[in-house]
């Protein structure tokens, strides 16, 4: 995915002359052809994350879009003055890309794991937040981000993911696409984003094995959210679960429950968040290790879902909430 | 080696009198003052003739076409001085004079930090510091790209290059070698809570700029035909970033104020100490 998203830049810049890239300390040869080719449009500014913000806001005002990329934890946490006030207040079209978004540096540590990046970018009015699922829909994101006026948080998974999405679902930043649908609208719906889509999918499927019928829709994009779809699969829901690879203060689910709640009222289904709980992951190993520290894995999002659904039967909605507010 | 603040006096300038120019600009900051009640006082002082000057004698711009793309581009980065750039934006009739009155109000465009697409000739919106360097060497690397000859001209505080984010900047605008940028540095040596000397040592500032390979020189930033022979020249060498430090008094022209770190701002500003403004202004 990040391979496919650079390779996307060159090919945006070979495409539209005010397209530039403006990275911070990245791997050597990265986008060399682009160097190559358009030297005045290619930097590589070093270690310095709140300088690369403000030049790109700077190119921004004389007409540029600037691909400005690093890692996501330094990107968002590092700068975040810098991309509140350069690029959000003014509203320019900057797009960042944040390699190893969520887990990916599982290894890496704390301090490499962007587990509040959705969060913190959601809450920056003008943002844009997206996560796509794959390689395939990275491109059809990149094709989008050219003409889309304001500043886009673009996170990135580890590469080599699995390919789930599918090019006649069609792709509009801000429009969340249902990837399979229940046969009933009185089902669950799993409502995930990024990579947890496609975990989402493949316990859609071990759900389906058990006879329980559910939803899958995928929010690419975080921020604006499409809020017509939640309520499309919301309304007449069982139980509605929401999967993300980030902690659950403020991310998508939190943006769902906003919305369920708000537009719903007493009439809402019950809300389960899947993510992770307030803290820093002090495990290491790999990013599969963490999904299954904190219940991501396919499996584990199943029996989510069947425990919810369990709990429904039992004691009604107002007993799920308050099941699911006592284990957050 | 100075051991403690008392032990390095204020650098003496030998400036010449503030001829009448300077004081009815200093006169519409107070305007400014009276009509918002508050108002970053000292830190707008000390700007009067940097300003000035640019306006004056140095800069390229359409008051009526402030988004003219041959302009060059002025960042005040020090955005709690806005009252300084609102008062030549104003009288070079980018707004009204009397929009000054309005300062802070509820429906002003002139908010206590400025801000662009608000105000027009407002570059980019500052009152964070430690942006404007960023901001303008992005501005300068994309004019410069498109083979255009406008200049950009950024405006620090010496507080606020306390900021490690100046630092980066300035390294970066090094590295490109942006002739076409310049960066002031309004060295009051006063910031908020006291002598830059006690509170963060900038010393040597000169020498920090020149080894991160921009052109510098300083000048006493209250000399009106000094400032306009060094800004006229900018830049200063064709294959690097200018330093120009301006040696400036905090509140400068408001006898009782000057050097005084408890009239960087000020709120809840009466008639009283209007009438005191302008009779030290007299």
């Known amino acids: 995915m990040r391979q496919t998203c650079l390779n996307m830049v060159y090919d945006l810049a070979r495409r539209d002359e005010r397209v530039v890239f403006v990275g911070s300390d990245l791997s050597p040869g990265l986008l060399a052809d682009m160097k190559r080719d358009m030297p005045e449009r290619w930097y590589m500014e070093g270690i310095t994350e709140q300088n690369l913000i403000g030049m790109s806001a700077g190119l921004a005002k004389e007409g540029y879009i600037p691909y400005s990329n690093t890692i996501a934890t330094f990107i968002t946490r590092r700068c975040y003055e810098q991309v509140a006030v350069d690029l959000c207040l003014h509203d320019l079209p900057v797009r960042l890309i944040a390699n190893g978004g969520g887990l990916v540096y599982a290894p890496l540590g704390p301090t490499h794991l962007a587990i509040e990046d959705i969060a913190i970018m959601r809450a920056l009015p003008n943002m844009t937040v997206t996560a796509v699922c794959d ?44 990837m399979r649908r229940a046969r009933s609208r009185h089902a669950a719906v799993l409502m995930s984003t990024g990579v947890m889509t496609t975990n989402s999918l493949a316990a859609a499927e071990l759900l389906a094995k058990d006879g329980i019928d559910v939803s899958v829709v995928h929010f690419h994009t975080i921020k604006p959210l499409d809020e017509a779809a939640v309520l499309d699969f919301a309304r007449d829901a069982d139980l509605v679960v929401t999967v993300e690879e980030g902690i659950r203060i403020g991310g ?77 | 080696m100075a051991t403690s603040a008392e032990a390095v006096p204020f650098i003496k300038l030998a400036t010449p009198p503030l001829d009448q120019r300077s004081k009815y600009l200093r006169k519409l900051v107070v305007r400014a003052l009276e009509g918002g009640e508050r108002g970053h006082i000292g830190s707008s002082m000390s700007l009067i003739e940097i300003m000035r000057v640019l306006y004056d004698d140095v800069l390229r711009y359409r008051p009526s076409e402030p988004e003219w793309r041959d302009r060059d581009r002025m960042i005040l980065s020090k955005g709690h001085g806005c009252i300084a750039l609102y008062v030549l934006l104003a009288d070079k009739g980018f707004f009204p004079l009397d929009t000054l009155d309005t300062f802070c109000r509820r429906d002003s465009i002139l908010g206590g930090h400025p801000e662009a697409g608000k105000v027009p000739g407002v570059e980019a919106s500052t009152g964070a510091l430690g942006h404007g360097l960023s901001i303008g060497l992005g501005m300068a690397l994309g004019v410069r790209m498109q083979k255009r000859d406008s200049r950009v001209i950024v405006v620090l505080g010496d507080g606020e290059i306390d900021e490690g984010s100046v630092w980066e900047a300035a390294m970066c605008a090094g590295k490109h070698r942006l002739s076409n940028l310049t960066a002031v540095i309004d060295y009051n040596k006063v910031q908020s809570a006291g002598p830059t000397r006690e509170i963060q040592d900038l010393e040597p500032l000169a020498d920090k700029w020149r080894a991160f390979n921009f052109a510098t020189v300083e000048v006493d930033g209250h000399d009106v035909e000094a400032l306009r022979g060094v800004f006229r020249r900018l830049p200063l060498a064709q294959d690097r970033p200018t330093a120009v430090i301006c040696h400036t008094v905090k509140g400068k022209g408001i006898g009782f104020a000057e050097n005084d770190a408890n009239w960087h701002h000020k709120s809840k500003i009466n008639k009283d100490l209007i009438a005191k403004l302008h009779e030290a202004l007299e």
Request: aromatic fraction near 6%.
């Open chain 1, 135 to 178: 390689a395939k829909e990275m491109i059809r994101l990149m094709n989008a981000t050219l003409a889309w006026p304001h500043p886009i948080y673009i996170r990135l998974a580890k590469g080599g993911d699995p390919v789930v999405s599918r090019d006649d679902l069609g792709f509009a930043i801000g429009k969340a696409i249902p």
């Open chain 1, 252 to 328: 998508l689910g939190s943006a769902i429950t906003d919305v369920v709640v708000e537009q719903l009222g007493t009439s809402a289904p019950p809300v389960r968040r899947l993510g992770l709980p307030d803290e820093f992951p002090h495990n290491y190993g790999l990013q599969d290790d963490l999904f299954d520290i904190y219940g991501l894995m396919p499996a584990q999002i199943a029996a989510s879902v069947r425990g919810a659904l369990k709990d429904k039967a039992a004691t009604g909605v107002a007993a799920v909430n308050a099941s699911i507010a006592a284990r957050a």
